[in-house]
Structure formats: C-alpha cells, structure tokens
C-alpha cells in the first residue's frame, strides 16, 4: 500500500501542537482554502455533537472540492485510535489515527504522531491509502503523494505559523 509521509519541527511544546490538532476548528484553520472542505456534522464517540475533542471513536461527516473545478466529493473520518484518550495532554508523545469510512479513496488511514523534543514538538503525518480504480488506481498509487505533498506542506507551514505568530 502507498505511504506518504511529512515531518516538520514546530517551536512550540507538545501540549499546545496537540491540543490544536485534536479540535475541529484545528482541521478547518489547517485545511487549505483551495479544497473547499465544509464540514457537515461532527459527533463524538457517545452521540454528542460538536464536541470540543475529537476522542477516539469521533466521527467528521465533510465534503470537498479541490479547486473548485470537479465535482464536491463526501468525506466520512472517524477517530479510530487516540493516545492519550480524552483532554489529558501528553508527555513525551502522543498520536491519533483516523480513517476514511467513506469517502473518495478505497482506503485512508492517516496517523498524526507528536513527539516532544524540548520546548518544541516534532509533528509527522503518515497518510497510507490506494486510489479508487481497482488495478488502474494501484498503478497510479504512487503518483498520488505529488498530490498530497502541496496539501500537506501547506498545513505543516500553517501550523509552525501559528506558534510563530503566538
């Protein structure tokens, strides 16, 4: 299966990175603006919608339009695993994994790692996935990263950003 992989270095301790990526409002101010994402519905593990924390077994209804140019495309994630669980912030290293339980690929499970190294946190997104099409879409798997790597630049950039700016 694909794998594609980004680390960057952000001077801000683990707690605070961590506490940003772990909201809603987190993934809306890290997504960039030419993938239309709007979210839909958001609910937490017991039913609770719009929780302040997205804990395992959370689940993201969005859509997406990249460019605005094909077609708006569903997107369903859900929080699968979350360590640690809760609001408890984390020590040396703390990571969540979600998944793509329907959306635009045939597999998506992308892992959010932090990793404490001083008063700063090294953040890593490890996305492994396969492209619709069946045997056309695995040849093309690889190709795909040329994609994700403007997406992810950009929010790894949006995220030293703001704790540059803080």
């Not at 039913?47 to 997205?54: A, C, K, M, T």
């Not at 008063?119 to 994700?148: C, I, M, S, W």
Request: hydrophobic letters at 35%; proline letters at 7%.
């Amino acid at each position: 299966m694909p794998t594609y992989r980004r680390r960057t270095r952000i001077a801000a301790p683990i707690e605070d990175v961590w506490a940003f990526h772990s909201t809603v409002d987190g993934l809306l101010e890290l997504t960039p603006g030419w993938m239309n994402m709007r979210i839909e519905a958001v609910e937490g593990p017991d039913g609770e919608r719009d929780p302040e924390v997205l804990t395992a077994g959370s689940r993201i209804r969005m859509s997406i339009r990249p460019f605005g140019v094909i077609p708006r495309q569903r997107w369903v994630s859900r929080i699968v695993e979350r360590e640690p669980d809760g609001e408890t912030s984390p020590t040396g290293s703390a990571y969540f994994v979600d998944d793509m339980v329907d959306g635009p690929f045939r597999t998506w499970e992308h892992t959010h790692a932090f990793h404490a190294d001083g008063e700063e946190t090294v953040l890593e997104d490890t996305v492994e996935y396969r492209l619709p099409l069946g045997a056309l879409g695995d040849a093309a798997g690889p190709f795909a990263k040329l994609g994700f790597e403007g997406m992810f630049r950009d929010r790894h950039r949006r995220t030293a950003d703001r704790f540059d700016a803080a």
